[in-house]
């Protein structure tokens, strides 16, 4: 008897992204799982606390994440 393996479930991305640091409402923001949200306007000014290139790290839980 052969088992079916259903698919994982797709994350529905949010209709709306509000950054935490400026906290206006955006139609795309860098995130992390844990709902850390920022703008590309405040990630390029913070980015020399919480990226080191192609990655950058939650300031919330931590979590290392892609860039794009």
């Known amino acids: 008897m052969e088992e079916t393996k259903k698919p994982a479930p797709r994350r529905r991305r949010p209709s709306e992204y509000i950054c935490h640091c400026c ?3 955006y139609p795309y923001c860098f995130n992390c ?3 850390f949200q920022i703008c590309e306007k405040c990630f390029r000014e913070n980015l020399w606390g919480i990226s ?3 990655t950058w790290v939650c300031p919330d839980c931590g ?3 892609m860039t794009f």
């Open 52 to 54: 080191n290139g192609p």
């Open 63 to 65: 979590r290392i994440r």
């Open 23 to 25: 906290r206006k409402k």
């Open 33 to 35: 799982p844990c709902g």
